[in-house]
Structure formats: C-alpha cells, structure tokens
C-alpha cells in the first residue's frame, strides 16, 4: 500500500486533473509521459474518471494512475476497479480512511488542522494531502501544525494554489512528498488539446522538482 505512494510521489510533482471525455485521455498521458512525468491524479470531478483511468492503465503501463477526490465508497470502488494505484481527498472522512484500509487500498485524505492530523494518525495514516495549501497559510502553517506530530514521520502532499512559482521553495521542506496541482494540465488546456503546452509544464516542474531533490543529478 505504501509502496504505491512512495512511487506516486518520487517524481516530487503530481498532477491533479479534471477529465471530461475518455477521448482526452490517449494525448493527455502521452503528454505527461513524454515529458518524463509519469504519474497522474485522475479527480472523480467529473463523470468520466474512471473510464479515464481504465483507459490510461490499460494503455500506459508505465503512468501511476492515482485517484483525486474520492470522498465516498461508490468513487473508492469505481478507482479500485478501474485500476488506480493510490487515492486521495481534499478532506478526511474517518469512515473513509476504514474502507480503504478494509480494500487494502492506498489512501491519502487531506488535512488542515491538527485534529485531521490526529484522526489520520489514529489510523496509521502517515501521509497527507495539504489542501488548500497556499490559502490556507502555506509552508509556515504546515510547519506549525505538523511540529507536535515531528515523531509519527508525517509527509505531506500541498496541493492548492501550488505552481511553479512556490514549488521548489514547499520541496525544500523535508516533511513535504510532492506537491499537486492542476496548473500542469488545466481543465482549459485538456480541453482544448494544448498538449504542446501540457508537455511544456510537466518538463518544466518535472525539472524544478529535480533541482531540489537531486541537485546533482
Ligand atoms: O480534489 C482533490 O482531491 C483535491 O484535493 C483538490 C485539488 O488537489 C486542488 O483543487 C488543486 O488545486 P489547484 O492546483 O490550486 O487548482
């Protein structure tokens, strides 16, 4: 189980995106993949995620295909039976966390207070999503409710108006796994089939992700 998130976040960016059709799913991956990301958070936003998320396992082997906001058993079910590797919420339903852990099923609820945090940790839950990372006070908040937890080895996940302009300074932070976001591949650009400049985001926050972790690399 935590394997699959240790995969999901070794790229350090994860991109959350929102797909109306199962036509834009082929130039979306191929997208992503050709520009060296091989990771995706398909949101239960709209009513083709899952048939996307089939639709990308089955064709890309090589992209972990996550779930976004998942917030009942009927999406947790649907993800799992299409083949999505990991989960996630923009919020923590205790109810939730036990079904997936009863699926065996990856799951990363958000959090943004310390009692999320608690209810998470209860559950040996070890990583969280962030959200909505920069409204909510961005990397001075996450280091003030993550501080009294410094033993459980909490990592997080900021997601929430995280761009290429924050995004090396929240993967500097130790605690932080990756961060997400939309801006990598907009609903408007999926949309419009900007791929060119879907390829051009990943490269570039793929890169900027890079030069944090691996400096040397
Ligand atoms: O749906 C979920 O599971 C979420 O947790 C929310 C998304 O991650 C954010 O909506 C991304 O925010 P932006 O990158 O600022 O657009």
């Excluded at 990372?133 to 459980?152: C, E, K, Q, T, V």
């Amino acid at each position: 189980m935590e394997n699959s998130l240790l995969e999901a976040t070794a790229f350090g960016v994860i991109p959350v995106v929102e797909v109306d059709g199962v036509a834009e799913a082929d130039a979306l991956a191929e997208s992503l993949l050709e520009a060296g990301l091989g990771v995706v958070e398909v949101t239960f936003r709209t009513h083709a995620a899952a048939e996307v998320i089939a639709r990308i396992v089955e064709r890309y082997p090589d992209m972990i295909v996550g779930a976004g906001t998942v917030i009942d058993q009927r999406d947790l079910h649907r993800a799992a039976e299409a083949g999505a590797r990991f989960a996630l919420a923009p919020g923590l339903s205790p109810r939730m966390l036990d079904l997936a852990a009863e699926a065996g099923f990856a799951y990363v609820p958000g959090a943004m207070t310390p009692s999320d945090l608690q209810a998470g940790i209860e559950r040996g839950i070890r990583t969280f999503k962030f959200f909505p990372a920069m409204p909510a006070g961005g990397i001075p908040f996450l280091r003030a409710i993550s501080a009294p937890f410094a033993l459980h080895g909490l990592r997080f996940i900021p997601t929430g108006g995280v761009s290429v302009t924050n995004l090396g300074e929240w993967l500097r932070e130790p605690a932080v796994a990756a961060v997400g976001g939309t801006w990598i591949a907009s609903r408007a650009m999926i949309r419009s089939g900007d791929w060119a400049g879907i390829r051009r985001n990943a490269g570039e926050a793929l890169r900027m992700a890079r030069e944090v972790r691996d400096p040397a690399g």
